[in-house]
């Protein structure tokens, strides 16, 4: 028997909706593991990728430790034994992300041993949600379509280089990374302005979670910063996504990133938390 806030253990498939609720206590936060946790399912991989800390009934918190690692609703006991769990063991994910001051207690007992493989600390990023409702930007944005690859992938290859920083070419050819945009057009996620051919302006629903739509990827080609496309794009996607997808529009930004905290406070963006990602 497992006592509060003891061990860690794997979520099993007859826990997942006792996880799914754990994690819609706060899905602005949880978005992007939420949505991982839901499409994981009831498949015998859930237990790979999550893991909780105290009763199975009633957790002190979640962990994501797939692709990404993610403390999700977690005490703070639940974070220490969720560190002490992670620091045993090789690291597997390229990035922590997560509530900033979760991952600032988790990270104390994963700096020893990871923190000389941390490429960038990412410490404070905003995370904002459509509050306000502003006036149509009138910026031609609609959906992709199926059929638009061609156009879309470019300009999700430089957003991507330009936020991460690495190349998501390298490895496998970008063939990975082709068939998520691919995904996400397909599933009426990603919107775009295109003219001519080329996309202006991109953004993606990269996650849905409960009540959320947490949009990712957004790029406006360089020739066009500066000039408004930015701002009347998101004024535009807001209602689009909330039409289309969700009700509660949110997103994170890097507090350095002027520029974009602007157009997303003319879009009607206000802060509800902040995020942390270190990238590995």
Known sequence: MFRRGGR???VRPAGLDVAIAHALRDPATNALAGA?????GRGPSVGQEFSL???ETRPDGLL???????PMSATGLALGEFGRFL???SRRASSVVGDRAAVEAMWQHLAPGWGPDVREYRWSQPLLSAQEMVAPGDSRLRAALPG???AVFPAAVAMFREEVGIDPLLGDGGRSYRTRIEDLIHLGRTYAIIEDGEVLFKADVGALFGPVAQ?????VRPDQRG???GRAAMADLVRQVRRDHAPQVTLYVNDFNEPARRAYAAAGFHQIGELTTILF
Request: hydrophobic share 45%; aromatic share 6%.
């Open 8 to 10: 860690v253990r794997a």
């Open 36 to 40: 991982r946790l839901r499409d994981v």
């Open 53 to 55: 800390a105290g009763d």
């Open 64 to 70: 994501w430790h797939g692709v990404n690692l993610s």
């Open 87 to 89: 620091a045993a063991r």
């Open 148 to 150: 638009e690859e061609r």
């Open 215 to 219: 949009i990712h990827g957004v790029w």
């Open 227 to 229: 000039r408004g496309v």
